[in-house]
């Protein structure tokens, strides 16, 4: 059974950094693209950042040179690190498997980010 579990997520001030942690387990991570998207409140769920299993990333414009995406093989996880927030981040994030047939998400943790 596949399963993502985001951590690490809370409310900031604008300029404040956070660092999301996705646990994976139930497949072979290490061969496989994962990314974060975000949802805020009446909008769809974006793609914020991907990341290859070699290793290449790909980010939405509104993110780069803020949020970087990783990850750590040996520990099955993959981070998103947010560095000088807006509010505008402010969403629900979600971790998900990009398998070529089907997309797996995480349950989602909140990002808020207060002016």
């Known amino acids: 059974q596949v399963q993502l579990v985001e951590s690490g997520g809370g409310l900031v001030q604008a300029g404040e950094s956070l660092r999301l942690s996705c646990a994976a387990s139930?497949?072979?991570?290490?061969?496989?693209?994962m990314g974060w998207f975000r949802q805020a409140p009446g909008k769809q769920r974006d793609m914020v950042a991907t990341?290859?299993?070699?290793?290449?990333?790909n980010y939405v414009d509104s993110v780069k040179g803020r949020f970087t995406i990783s990850r750590d093989n040996a520990k099955n996880t993959v981070y998103l690190q947010m560095n000088n927030l807006k509010p505008e981040d402010t969403a629900v994030y979600y971790c998900?498997?990009?398998?070529?047939?089907?997309?797996?998400w995480g349950q989602g943790i909140q990002v808020t980010v207060s002016s």
């Open positions: 998900v498997l990009l398998s070529s047939v089907e997309a797996t």
């Open positions: 139930g497949f072979i991570f290490s061969i496989m693209p």
């Open positions: 990341i290859a299993s070699g290793g290449r990333t």
